[in-house]
């Protein structure tokens, strides 16, 4: 039997791509159905532009192109780039009017989320919005439990500073049950955010 | 003598990117400082960014990475990628909570704005940004006369359906002074996009 998306795309089982918590031997977890977070919040964002509720696109990931062959010119092949490192968040767009603005991270400790996983800049931009009245928040994805919470910008700042005065270095897991918002794994929308921001900001 | 950016940091002439109307032997452009339209947008957002105007950024262009090499593991070389067409506009962010997007570009004919520059789905998505409240424009520099346009989505919208009722490709010169607003090249910022925006949108 195939199991299709409902805009009738069919299913088609993915592996994990290169995140933190990949590792030989262990490719597919089929309780998940093989997605990573990016893979479920590109699926989500589909569906949210399918249906008109929301657009929000992941932006690309940045590269410096150093070279570029052309062997025929409708088939540029770059041939040397490097990975650049990012100076916003990944994912920005708009819901009814509102500028929404996230960053999504896996961790694969059980028992708290590790700041390293954020940049300085990423804080300074999410600073930035919050001033501009956007609404900027993190997503994170436990992936041991596979539990998938949502912590306003907010509370970010809080354990980001609590770390710049010399504190821990993490953000203990009952720290983000206390201030985040747990998003059950659905299957359209996969990771329904938009329904925890749309009830926090009233719009 | 050295020139300086507000920023402090120093101003160093650039050659001129991969733009339609890059040709050999013509690569500076110095009544322009051999900025290219793109460069001179990415000084007028660091800019705003600076003086907490706004924040918008440049999206990276997107790249399809299919090899990479990992000689040492602080310096991945991606040794084969393609471009990808990009699915959403160049540009987008947020001023003062509300939400901004949109593509520049460029043209070398002197009377007219070929809309081959622009894809359907560019179309599609400010369509769709519009319809969430969001605003959305095209910058287009003509740069023959070195004259800059802001031309609001809903006016290319209207010359998007009469090229596909069979009309004419292009949006007339005429056309966009009618429609559009002059901008002046400045020295900081370089094209004050926001403050047209702003008087148009009221905010």
């Not at 062997?71 to 009814?96: H, L, M, W």
């Not at 980001?160 to 005065?165: C, P, V």
């Amino acid at each position: 039997m195939d199991f299709h998306y409902p805009s009738g795309r069919k299913y088609v089982p993915r592996y994990r791509g290169n995140t933190e918590d990949s590792s030989p031997g262990n490719k597919i977890s089929y309780s998940n159905r093989g997605m990573t977070l990016e893979d479920d919040l590109n699926e989500t964002n589909a569906y949210y532009l399918e249906k008109g509720l929301a657009v929000i696109h992941k932006k690309p990931t940045p590269v410096q192109i150093v070279h570029v062959d052309y062997p025929k010119r409708s088939t540029a092949v770059i041939k040397e780039a490097y990975f650049r490192q990012a100076s916003t968040t990944d994912y920005n767009g708009i819901c009814n009017g509102k500028y929404i603005d996230f960053e999504a991270k896996e961790t694969k400790s059980p028992t708290s989320f590790p700041l390293k996983n954020i940049h300085d800049h990423q804080i300074d931009h999410m600073k930035q919005i919050i001033k501009h009245k956007g609404i900027a928040f993190v997503i994170i994805r436990f992936s041991q439990s596979e539990e998938i919470f949502l912590l306003e910008a907010e509370y970010l700042f809080q354990f980001w500073d609590r770390m710049k005065r010399g504190g821990r270095k993490s953000i203990t897991k009952q720290e983000i049950e206390t201030h985040g918002h747990p998003i059950e794994l659905g299957w359209a929308p996969r990771i329904d955010y938009l329904k925890i921001i749309r009830t926090l900001y009233s719009f």
